[in-house]
């Protein structure tokens, strides 16, 4: 591949000069990146083409790559970065408990704190401290569409915003429980950055102590909402909305703490991702009646 050598300093604004060849992939590697150059244009030289990377998948988040599932070998881990140049790689092999801490290893340079957009929310977290899944963007997106303006909605998991952020701007008004400090933390810089203080109300704290009167719809974004389930209930209505996470069958679970409060019910699920094997993180929306 022909390329000129430039400082990755200069790389966003070297990006619409004419003689880029943007059908080719940027390297970068220490201060420098190598810029692929089109044909009839001069070069200062070339590199071998790259293979691209065919590893453990992988989300990035800012300048940081996250891995999941089994931990990379030394080629994979090696090629992974020569063909992201990330700062930071981590492995994360679970997330830990009701504050879902994630267990991580790190595997290249030193975590640290990203901000990166996704579907036009701002987000700054910590991957080393703190769980964030873009799996579920498209579940966020859902469940923008669903939202009317003016609703008043519990969120009993809000983590850093992840859904909380996504239907404030649906024009909900909502009221964000977190147990996690750290997480806390985050969500409360995350609403100051996309301006929806006046949609948000963040507590720190147990949801089942920290919820209040009746909610137009409830989100449980946790894999571990069915069991909280009948906290959520003594907050809910006729034609209340619940979104309840869960890993695997849950629906049989969900149907008896419905129906052992006495509530008629239409419920449907919605896979968002694969988790393990045969698993799916699945959400199952249910309105009562």
Known sequence: MRIRKISKRSLANSASEPWVDSTRRVYCEGAYAFVPVKEGWPADGEIPNRRPYDGPGYQRMGDT???????????????????????????????????????????????????????????????????????????????????KPGERIADMFAGIGYFTLSAALSGGNIHAAEINPVSFAYLLKNIQANGLEEKITPELGDCREKLTGVYDRILMGHFDAPEFLKHALEHAETGTVLHIHGVGDRKNAIEGSLEGAGYRYIISEHKVKKYAGRLWHSVWDVKLL
């Open 65 to 147: 790559l996250l891995l999941h599932g089994a931990a990379p070998t030394e080629e994979q881990l090696a090629a992974l970065i020569a063909w992201e140049d990330p700062s930071c790689v981590l492995h994360a092999a679970a997330h830990e408990g009701v504050m879902r801490k994630p267990k991580t290893a790190v595997l290249y340079g030193e975590p640290h704190e990203v901000t990166f957009r996704e579907a036009g929310i701002i987000y700054t977290l910590d991957p080393s401290q703190v769980m964030f899944s873009q799996g579920n963007r498209g579940e966020k997106l859902r469940l923008r569409s669903l939202i």
